[in-house]
């Protein structure tokens, strides 16, 4: 008896040991899935100086965005929403909400693949232009989609939003800018009756597509005109600088934030700052001004721009030509949105850029930080799943006129997406 019952235990131990032989095996060769871990920030130009007591949800001002997270895909898109509406008395951010909120549901549906973001847009775009009740407007618009099984980015962009990648504190990857002309991007719109012949109207088609292989540990960087028109690539790597090579924990994870609001704070100071030579005033030496300063946030939805000068100024200037004496001062450059072709011109809109400086417009910075779900499973339980696997984690900092040069402590910071800047 004694004896049957010590190989009835062997032969259950090695039934055992034959059992975690396969357990190991199996963790040995699963798969490894990616994700992102989020941050956002923004700064809204128009209300600086006060409190709202009513907001929208994910915007900044007439820029929009989303986030979604789901088994299959993580997802993240933003929109800037052309300004030059207003002329009509329309709000330029509904039709970006609108547009962006779309685009959340239908990644949600469980019907989207990682692999398909221009589907996506293509589908959200033409369910808002069928809407019963027609949201006017135009903007532009970056969405990407991470796969997380093989962790590849796909991309679709259409205007001046756009993403960079950056690995090992190098920029591997930029989207491309989308422009009629200065300041004019590529834009999808919801138009009047009627007045299809003019305005500008791109199609979600001729967004710029692309896909791209990403890493653990790669940052990428989405964001609106806001962001690229005022600073340089090399000067949002500084500001990145920190999250390079920073491994999974809660300190990385406030610095996620932290960076995010930096890049924003770091654009308003470029947008102030009369002598710094800005990407968009290089851009405007391309057509032919001479300027210093940053962009004007002047977008609009006519179909051309026309350089003109304060005829009063151009004659004194003539006048002085050979003397020197005109003050740079005083030396204005107008645009006027004028419509080509002799067709009428429907947007009359002075937008002043002075080589004095420039003036702050909506700011939208998402950043996405790729992790590998191993590692994530082993990070400290002091970080909650949510906030690895995708919670819109929207940082609001209550900043006022001055600058901050150090990191916000925690009561400065507020995570609610009813507080705005």
Request: glycine share 6%; proline share 5%.
């Amino acid at each position: 008896m004694y004896r049957i019952i010590s190989k009835g235990r062997s032969f259950l131990r090695n039934i055992a040991t034959i059992g975690g032989r396969h357990e190991k095996s199996d963790k040995n060769t699963r798969r490894s899935f990616f994700s992102f871990v989020t941050s956002v920030s923004g700064f809204d130009n128009k209300h600086t100086q006060f409190e709202t007591q009513r907001r929208p949800l994910r915007a900044y001002g007439d820029d929009a965005y989303f986030i979604s997270i789901t088994d299959a895909s993580c997802v993240l898109g933003v929109a800037d929403g052309v300004g030059g509406w207003r002329s009509y008395g329309v709000d330029p951010g509904e039709f970006s909400m609108t547009f962006m909120s779309t685009c959340q549901r239908l990644a949600q549906s469980g019907r989207f693949k990682p692999s398909e973001p221009m589907l996506l847009v293509t589908e959200s775009y033409h369910e808002v232009l069928d809407a019963k009740t027609p949201i006017l407007g135009s903007a532009t618009f970056c969405v990407i989609s991470l796969c997380r099984s093989d962790g590849r980015l796909h991309t679709v962009c259409l205007g001046d939003s756009g993403y960079l990648v950056i690995r090992h504190g190098i920029v591997v990857k930029r989207s491309a800018n989308q422009k009629h002309t200065l300041n004019t991007p590529f834009q999808v719109a919801c138009l009047p009756p009627n007045e299809h012949g003019q305005f500008y109207r791109d199609s979600p088609e001729q967004a710029i597509q692309d896909s791209f292989g990403l890493e653990p540990s790669d940052l990428v960087v989405v964001g609106t005109d806001g962001l690229f028109d005022n600073l340089t690539d090399q000067m949002i790597l500084q500001e990145l600088a920190p999250l390079q090579n920073c491994d999974l924990s809660l300190a990385s994870d406030e610095l996620l934030d932290w960076c995010a609001y930096r890049l924003v704070s770091c654009a308003r100071d470029a947008a102030d700052n009369p002598n710094f030579l800005s990407p968009f005033a290089n851009e405007a030496r391309q057509y032919g001004l001479n300027i210093a300063g940053t962009s004007q946030h002047m977008m609009n939805i006519s179909s051309s721009r026309a350089l003109f000068l304060w005829p009063e100024l151009l004659i004194i200037q003539n006048l002085f030509l050979f003397m020197f004496l005109l003050p740079p001062c005083i030396r204005f450059f107008y645009y006027m949105s004028s419509l080509s072709n002799g067709r009428s011109d429907h947007v009359r809109c002075f937008n002043v850029i002075a080589i004095l400086g420039g003036v702050r417009g909506d700011i939208t910075v998402m950043l996405a930080l790729v992790v590998n779900e191993d590692a994530v499973s082993d990070v400290h339980s002091s970080i909650s799943p949510t906030s690895i696997y995708g919670s819109v984690k929207k940082t609001v900092f209550r900043i006022s006129r001055g600058r901050s040069s150090s990191p916000p402590s925690a009561l400065a910071i507020t995570r609610d997406s009813s507080l705005h800047l």
